[in-house]
């Protein structure tokens, strides 16, 4: 049987010794070494997502591996993908090392310099263990399920911008679209969730500090179970202990919450330390809160670059979110983004703390009424970063209201007086071509918006397969085009037009896409730009 191997080498020069030693395995089908941690998980992410059968049953994990260290990689791993073996590869095959690898979860060691015999053994050791306890974990309602839940960090520009408020909103709104929901407070010294969910729970994530493996047993003696259905792991509530809770504990915590909850929150605050700047490496989705004043976006810049700096994330994988939006103000959405460097979200949340007081002043978030126009802003939010199931009940709950007060209003008129019925289906019949009017700009508004984000993040993407294209010995402006087209629905394709070339340390990509009138499909002779670029690698 064929054994599919994964290397996982940041270093080019090791990476070709170790693609030449795994092209002499009999019966082994080496891909292609991803160059860093997050690749490796990306790729796993992936190819579990299409089928448990898809992963490949061996990765080899180089010592030198980053940003995430390699030991820590190998537990994540283990955790999201129970059927794959890692293999650690290092310079010090030291009893001390050997045990430390095989409690983060790995089924082997090679030392380097590599040689032939020792990596086929190492390598059909691990293979046989995957192809072993694969049916095991594939039967039964236990089954395992992929990738793990998704992460969202919450991050604040600087203090007072919202970022605890949002993180509890996006994790009520995920909640109760009926996905089981994990709300994390990383912001160590002067976490407020328990503050804003009416919450006195003595155990806080510290107590996670001293264990060196967290199971699941040992979470849930951590995580208090809110009477909203949140699960919450909460900061400290003696500030210096903050320091306690490393980076090792904070992947720790993610990785298991993940593989517990369909949703993880995480309250990143406003200050970095090296446990929430693990958390939002590890996130699916980066929020970055921010206000419309001159300090909030300096600082907003300031956090953007500094995460790019420690490769912690890049600008273009961050989404913005603007706080407090008023239209009068000269600090607009788009100026911010152009300013970041980063998406902003389309979701803007106005400035009504009126509508918070109450709940705020009485702890109680979840209380929140459902006709706050920040209420309804945040769970908007959370549908646009894919958190729950269903829209927020913004249009929902409105939409029945009017109704109830069309019905009650109608109901009267027919009580009171049989020939105002005739009056009113007239007005309707002499206002029913403008309203259809209104609805037809409405729609094509919406397509018009909505084929810009896709040309956009279709450029993103094309940019970012033509950087790493040439590490993977590709072409890097057909990787290009094929990413682009590949991130365009159907129905866009066919009016699909791209450039891809390098600029400088830069792969850009511009696409163009055509505007269709009503229905995909049809030409409405517009079309819409969009641009992208990633840092070439290799």
Not at 315 to 324: I, L, Q
Request: charged share 20%; hydrophobic share 45%.
């Amino acid at each position: 049987m064929t054994t599919r191997i994964l290397p996982a080498v940041g270093d080019a020069d090791s990476a070709r010794s170790l693609a030449t030693l795994l092209s002499q395995l009999p019966d082994a089908e080496p891909a292609l070494p991803v160059a860093d941690s997050t690749a490796l998980l990306d790729t796993l992410a992936r190819l579990a997502g299409e089928s448990l059968e898809e992963l490949p049953e061996v990765v080899l994990v180089h010592e030198r591996i980053g940003p995430v260290p390699a030991l820590e990689l190998i537990r994540e791993v283990a955790m999201r993908f129970p059927v794959v073996g890692v293999i650690l590869i290092t310079h010090d095959p030291s009893p001390g090392l050997f045990s430390a690898a095989m409690d983060a979860g790995a089924r082997g060691l090679i030392s380097l310099p590599l040689g032939y015999e020792e990596l086929a053994a190492r390598v059909q050791s691990a293979a046989s263990w995957s192809m072993g306890v694969r049916p095991h974990l594939t039967q039964g309602p236990e089954a395992y399920t992929g990738p793990g839940g998704t992460v969202v960090t919450v991050s604040g520009a600087k203090g007072g911008v919202g970022a605890t408020l949002t993180a509890v909103q996006l994790a009520l709104a995920a909640r109760a679209s009926g996905r089981s929901v994990a709300l994390l407070d990383l912001d160590l010294q002067s976490g407020d969730v328990a503050s804003y969910l009416d919450v006195q729970f003595r155990r806080s994530i510290v107590d996670l500090a001293g264990i060196p493996d967290i199971n699941p047993r040992v979470l849930q003696d951590a995580v208090f179970t809110h009477p909203t259905g949140l699960g919450l792991l909460l900061a400290p509530g003696e500030g210096e202990r903050g320091e306690d809770v490393t980076d090792r504990v904070a992947r720790q915590a993610v990785s298991a919450l993940r593989n517990r909850y369909e949703v993880v929150v995480v309250d990143c605050g406003t200050q970095m330390s090296s446990a929430n700047a693990a958390a939002i490496e590890m996130a699916d989705q980066a929020v970055l809160l921010v206000t419309p004043d001159v300090v909030a976006v300096r600082a907003a810049k300031r956090m953007v670059r500094m995460w790019d700096r420690l490769q912690i994330r890049k600008a273009e994988e961050t989404v913005v979110v603007v706080n407090r939006h008023t239209r009068n103000t000269e600090i607009q959405p788009p100026l911010i983004e152009r300013i970041t460097g980063t998406r902003v979200a389309r979701s803007a949340v106005p400035a009504n703390f009126k509508e918070l007081q109450s709940a705020v002043d009485a702890g109680r978030m979840q209380d929140l009424d459902s006709r706050s126009t920040v209420k309804q802003a945040l769970w908007g939010l959370a549908g646009e970063l894919g958190l729950v199931h269903a829209p927020a009940p913004k249009s929902g709950a409105k939409s029945a209201r009017l109704a109830g007060d069309r019905g009650s209003i109608g109901f009267g008129r027919r009580r009171s007086r049989g020939g105002d019925e005739g009056s009113v289906t007239l007005e309707f019949a002499g206002m029913a071509p403008i309203i259809f009017a209104v609805i037809a700009i409405l729609w094509q508004c919406v397509l018009y918006g909505y084929t810009y984000s896709l040309a956009g993040n279709a450029a993103d993407e094309g940019a970012r397969a033509g950087a790493v294209a040439a590490v993977r010995g590709e072409d890097p402006a057909a990787a290009c085009e094929e990413a682009a087209r590949d991130h365009l629905p159907g129905a866009w394709q066919g009016s699909f037009d791209s450039g891809c070339h390098a600029e400088g340390g830069m792969y850009k990509a511009d696409v163009s896409v055509d505007v269709p009138l009503f229905f995909p499909g049809f030409d409405a002779g517009w079309s819409v730009d969009g641009e992208g670029g990633a840092v070439k690698e290799g």
